[in-house]
Nanobody, 124 residues
Framework: QVQLIESGGGLVQTGGSLRLSCAAS????????MGWFRQAPGKEREFVSA????????SYADSVKGRFTISRDNAKNTVYLQMNSLKPEDTAVYYC?????????????????WGQGTQVTVSS
């Protein structure tokens, strides 16, 4: 079974930055896309960003374009989400996800494996 472990969440002031990491482990680790989703209390889970296996293709939600950057280090089986210029609206539990055989998935149902989530809180 593939396991995903997120880290890097925490409390930050408006305008600050955080860098989330998600490390994947399991039997097979090649040719998978990864993404980030978030869910605020009482809200639906929403897409944040995704990256293809090669790293050549990326996708961002309109709400985070220009502020967040997704990247990956396949040698470490890790995906990152650099979050800059954070706003209170970014407060949520952030989840990373993984799927094999899909180039650039942006919908929750496309993913097969999920991390446990890491809390990001942006104070006013």
């Amino acid at each position: 079974q593939v396991q995903l472990i997120e880290s890097g969440g925490g409390l930050v002031q408006t305008g600050g930055s955080l860098r989330l990491s998600c490390a994947a482990s399991g039997r097979t680790t090649s040719s998978y896309a990864m993404g980030w989703f978030r869910q605020a209390p009482g809200k639906e889970r929403e897409f944040v960003s995704a990256i293809s296996w090669s790293g050549r293709l990326t996708s961002y939600a309109d709400s985070v374009k220009g502020r967040f950057t997704i990247s990956r280090d396949n040698a470490k089986n890790t995906v990152y989400l650099q979050m800059n210029s954070l706003k209170p609206e970014d407060t949520a539990v952030y989840y990373c996800a993984l799927v094999y055989g899909v180039t650039l998935p942006t919908r929750s149902y496309e993913y097969d494996y999920w991390g446990q989530g890491t809390q990001v809180t942006v104070s006013s």
